[in-house]
């Protein structure tokens, strides 16, 4: 089975950045395209931003367009989002997962907290 390990959050003011890295286990991922999901306290889950398999297309949430940029490294089966200018709504835990359908088991996530 695919395992995935979220890492790269923390806590950041407003107007602050991070760069998140979600690696997967498995040679399968460079076929797949992937997202970026978070959940914020008390919400459900929500799409981030997704990416082809080959990083030539991308698309995000309209929260976050213009913020966020999310890129692959498929020799390192990681994905990754830049994330600019974050406001304290962009507070959560931030997943990876294949798009559209997630692999079963999701990830521990990392969590961002933005907050001054």
């Known amino acids: 089975q695919v395992q995935l390990v979220e890492s790269g959050g923390g806590l950041v003011q407003p107007g602050g950045s991070l760069i998140l890295s979600c690696t997967a286990s498995?040679?399968?991922?460079?076929?797949?395209?992937m997202a970026w999901y978070r959940q914020a306290p008390g919400k459900e889950r929500e799409l981030v931003a997704t990416i082809t398999s080959g990083g030539g297309w991308t698309n995000y949430v309209d929260s976050v367009k213009g913020r966020f940029t999310i890129s692959r490294d498929n020799a390192k089966n990681t994905v990754y989002l830049q994330m600019n200018s974050l406001k304290p709504e962009d507070t959560a835990v931030y997943y990876c997962n294949r798009y559209p359908s997630g692999w079963p088991y999701w990830g521990q996530g990392t969590q961002v907290t933005v907050s001054s």
């Open positions: 498995g040679s399968i991922f460079s076929s797949n395209a």
